[in-house]
């Protein structure tokens, strides 16, 4: 099957959350991202999300240096020769180092039109088999600890199945063993966000006794060494999230012990091919894997749903209700949580139609991109 694609659509939206999220790096009020738009010589849309923040705080990538590869870089690309299915894609823009972010949101893009053509759920597309999918929720640092306290037992009441804190140096041990009091029994998990180096390493072994699920990324965002130093002397498993990009970042942490638990974000890794294919290496090699959440909007969370029910994703995900975050989001229906799960949606691609009307109230500017004509 050739996917015929005619033109792109690229907006910025922007979007308030409902409440601030802080964490190690930075505080979020308002989230500015990329929608991607992909349409075939049908007139059937794929849609894909830029999960890059405006700060790189994050990573080095930023909504507008997204914007830039995609317009100058990714769709000329995308546009250079036909394109027979979406696992084409990373050869093709493998000669544009990094902006994994920018390539995600075109690929997912192309994803969902695919999944579309065939008319089959995007999720099935990708190969994978559950219909409902377990999902926690990540909680910003607060104010104070009766405030987050307070936020826990709300989620915690929502049946969420697990909760994870966010943690910075003097906002880290006393403030678990206060959680963990109040709530014994809840699946926990502290993120760090690269906050620490090896000498917390004390710091970070009396984390130990409060059985927590794992401590995420705990130190330097592209560090794997050190990380293999730390994990043995941690009872805690050590997730990696910012110091995995790729499958090769991956299967190196792997064979240095840097971790036993990887969490695989769509946008970091470059898109949901180089997903498959971290996901498909940790179960050769036993070791769980989640999927991680950037604030996403309802495009953004609708490609981690359908990457979440591969069978190795074995531990409960970001992907947090849309109400969570939003007054009103982009699709309909809204991603909805119950008792902690969600149904995954059956119909072709994504599963949710995107509502024009919210995503023309968010755009801030647009660009359209045409496939130039044939001779």
């Known amino acids: 099957m050739t996917i015929n694609i005619e033109y792109v659509i690229l907006r910025h939206l922007q979007m308030e959350l409902k409440a601030p999220f802080t964490t190690s790096f930075g505080t979020f009020q308002t989230k500015e991202f990329i929608l991607v738009e992909v349409v075939d010589?049908?007139?059937v849309s794929g849609w894909g999300e830029s999960v890059a923040f405006s700060v790189p705080w994050y990573s080095e990538e930023t909504v507008k240096t997204n914007w830039h590869m995609l317009e100058e870089f990714l769709v000329p690309l995308l546009f250079s020769k036909p394109l027979r299915h979406p696992a084409e894609l990373p050869e093709r823009f493998a000669a544009i180092r990094q902006n994994n972010m920018a390539k995600a949101a075109l690929e997912g893009a192309v994803w969902d039109l695919y999944a579309k053509r065939l008319g089959v759920p995007l999720c099935q597309a990708l190969g994978g088999t559950k219909k409902e999918i377990e999902v926690g929720v990540s909680i910003g640092i607060q104010p104070t600890v009766d405030d987050l306290l307070q936020v826990i037992e709300r989620y915690v009441a929502q049946g969420y199945r697990?909760?994870?804190v966010k943690i910075k140096p003097?906002?880290?041990?006393?403030v678990i063993?206060?959680?963990r009091r109040a709530f014994p029994d809840v699946p926990?998990?502290?993120d760090a966000n690269s906050a620490y180096t090896l000498a917390d390493a004390k710091r970070l072994q009396a984390l130990d006794e409060f059985g927590l699920m794992m401590i995420e990324q705990p130190l330097a965002a592209d560090d794997l060494v050190d990380h293999a130093r730390l994990q043995p002397l941690l009872k805690t498993p050590i997730c990696l999230d910012e110091s995995i990009r790729s499958y090769d970042d991956a299967r190196k942490a792997l064979d240095l012990g840097s971790c036993r638990?990887?969490?695989?974000?769509?946008?970091r890794v470059g898109g949901l091919w180089e997903a498959k294919r971290i996901h498909d290496l940790c179960a050769e090699r036993g070791v769980p894997v989640w999927c991680g959440g950037m604030l996403e909007a309802g495009v953004g969370r609708a490609h981690n749903i359908a990457i979440t029910t591969l069978e190795n994703f074995a531990l409960p995900g970001d992907t947090a209700a849309s109400s969570h975050y939003w007054e009103r989001d982009i699709i309909t229906p809204e991603v909805e949580v119950h008792n902690g799960l969600i149904r995954v949606?059956?119909?072709?691609g994504i599963g949710y139609d995107v509502d024009r009307r919210q995503v023309e109230r968010y755009t801030q500017f647009a660009k359209l991109?045409?496939?130039a004509p044939t001779a």
């Open 261 to 267: 638990i990887i969490n695989i974000k769509i946008g």
């Open 177 to 179: 063993r206060d959680v």
């Open 41 to 43: 010589c049908d007139g």
């Open 170 to 174: 003097g906002w880290d041990v006393d």
């Open 345 to 348: 949606p059956n119909a072709p």
């Open 188 to 190: 926990l998990m502290a």
């Open 162 to 164: 697990r909760i994870k």
């Open 369 to 371: 991109f045409h496939r």
